[in-house]
């Protein structure tokens, strides 16, 4: 069962940034070479419903949802280099756990191809 590994979550108050990461393990012997990348994320009280925050494109085009549009930023090198959500002036209602997706498109949707998770990274935010 191949999986991604995210990381750089923490608590932190409003207003604070964080730097997420995501890299694709060695299993996935073309590492994100080819991959839309897209970034997820679960609130606590939704169970199961998994938003798209964040989206770039194999030649870098990036999309955001109007939530953290001008506040997250995402960013790619490919190959086996970790793709990155920058998230700037973190609010209380960005708390979740955060997951990165390798295979679907740039608006979340299934591909017939690899759709490859990780196990999530928790933000929490306060203030």
């Known amino acids: 069962h191949v999986q991604l590994v995210e990381s750089g979550g923490c608590a932190v108050q409003a207003g604070q940034s964080l730097r997420l990461s995501c890299v694709a393990p060695?299993?996935?012997?073309?590492?994100?070479?080819?991959?839309?990348i897209d970034w997820y994320r679960q609130a606590t009280d939704k169970e199961g419903e998994r938003e798209l925050v964040?989206?770039?494109?194999?030649?870098?085009?990036?999309a955001y949802a109007d939530a953290v549009k001008g506040r997250f930023t995402i960013s790619r090198n490919n190959g086996r280099k970790p793709v990155h959500l920058q998230m700037n002036n973190l609010k209380p209602e960005d708390t979740g756990v955060y997951f990165c997706n390798a295979g679907r498109n740039l608006d979340g949707s299934s591909t017939s191809g690899n759709d490859y998770w990780g196990q999530g990274t928790q933000v929490t935010v306060s203030g």
């Open positions: 964040a989206a770039i494109s194999r030649d870098g085009s990036a």
């Open positions: 060695r299993s996935i012997t073309s590492g994100f070479n080819g991959y839309i």
